[in-house]
């Protein structure tokens, strides 16, 4: 059974501190992804991550895979109230009996406080 | 292009009824998937379908079922409904072996 331990679960801050979250797991994923979800609303897709090593960055979001494909984090500079939600890490595999199953993990509860 | 629709957005049922949840993927992406998203589990997965054949499934009782048609639209039914069974229902959709991407989910309350 493949697992993401995501961590913190909870983070409080002020705006314009910096922040990171990660997501560690002792299974190799295809491909990771990070969504973000507002309350009753559907994860939305803010970055996939492909290859070992890989870093991308989206704006004030700084996103990087591990160089074996078994840990990923986001960090986040600068955050702004606009940021508070639920982040997820998801994994994906391509292979055997996970094939086309994401691993969410647990989630990271982040508040912004102006 | 419009994006992963699912209907209806909340519902409320009593316990021992059953339910029907509908999911619309993107255009053109053949594959969904469903998952259920609780405060105290997470996003668990579902089940998944390609090409109308479920291609794996999580672990679930078998209340839980679903199905896709020849439009790659999805629905999913839960049977003998349980309190436990309260939580926002997720459908996916993804194009090949790429990320997914999700609708707004369905709230299913079991009174």
């Known amino acids: 059974t493949q697992l993401l331990e995501q961590s913190p679960q909870f983070l409080s801050i002020q705006e314009g501190e910096n922040l990171t979250v990660y997501c560690n797991s002792s299974s190799v994923f295809s491909s990771l992804q990070w969504y973000r979800q507002e309350p009753g609303e559907g994860p939305v897709l803010l970055v996939t991550?492909?290859?070992?090593?890989e870093v991308k960055k989206l704006k004030r979001l700084t996103f990087q895979f591990g160089d074996a494909r078994k840990d990923s984090s986001l960090h986040i500079t600068a955050a702004q109230t606009g940021d508070t939600g639920l982040y997820l890490c998801?994994?994906?595999?391509?292979?055997?009996?996970?094939?086309?199953?994401?691993?969410f993990g647990q989630g990271t509860i982040l508040t912004v406080h102006p | 292009k419009a994006g992963v629709t699912q209907t209806p957005r909340y519902l409320i049922k009593t316990r021992g009824q059953q339910v029907t949840l509908s999911c619309s993927p993107i255009s053109g992406h053949r594959s969904v998937s469903w998952y259920q998203q609780t405060p105290g589990q997470g996003l668990q997965f579902l089940f998944e379908?390609?090409?109308?054949?479920?291609?794996n499934k999580g672990n679930f009782p078998g209340r839980f079922s679903g199905r896709q048609f020849s439009n790659s639209r999805s629905e999913m039914n839960v049977s003998t409904l349980e309190l436990g069974d309260s939580a926002l229902y997720l459908c996916?959709?993804?194009?090949?072996?790429?990320?997914?991407?999700f609708g707004q989910g369905t709230r299913l309350t079991v009174v």
């Open positions: 991550v492909v290859t070992g090593g």
């Open positions: 998801a994994g994906a595999s391509w292979g055997g009996t996970s094939y086309g199953k994401l691993t």
């Open positions: 996916g959709s993804r194009q090949g072996e790429t990320e997914a991407f």
């Open positions: 379908y390609f090409s109308e054949t479920q291609r």
